[in-house]
């Protein structure tokens, strides 16, 4: 699916595009809350500075994706792969990490307040700067 249709279906009020590949796709900006892209396929796609608020990506694959700036607030990664993705700067106030693969992700300045990171790998991952106050910090 590309970005155009996903936008114009979103718009147009479905929320539910579970499973989708979405890989390198372009959504920038995209104001995209409360979608379920669980076990999407985001591979290489850019959510930079996108609104995801409130979204399921459980399962999803993100690996090596541009999620710079993204406001995550409330959504739910739980086992998503977000290996080598960058995630500088993103808002991820309260999202469920649990059993998520971060390994290499990049979350320089994150906001992980409140975030339940239990079980998740970080392994490698940077977190200069980052925010995890309140954080579940049961990580592997």
């Known amino acids: 699916m590309n970005a155009e249709e996903l936008l114009r279906r979103y718009t147009?009020?479905?929320?539910?595009?579970?499973?989708?590949?979405?890989?390198?796709?372009d959504l920038n900006k995209a104001n995209l809350l409360d979608i379920n892209l669980a076990n999407a396929n985001l591979i290489n796609a850019n959510l930079s500075y996108a609104d995801l608020s409130d979204a399921d990506l459980s399962n999803a694959n993100s690996t090596n994706a541009n999620l710079r700036c993204i406001d995550l607030i409330n959504a739910n990664l739980s086992n998503a792969n977000l290996s080598e993705a960058n995630l500088d700067g993103a808002q991820l106030i309260n999202a469920n990490f649990s059993g998520a693969n971060l390994k290499g992700a990049w979350l320089e300045g994150a906001d992980l307040s409140g975030a339940n990171l239990s079980n998740a790998c970080l392994e490698n991952a940077t977190l200069h700067y980052a925010d995890a106050t309140d954080a579940n910090r049961a990580w592997s």
């Open 12 to 25: 147009s009020g479905e929320t539910d595009f579970a499973g989708v590949d979405l890989s390198g796709v």
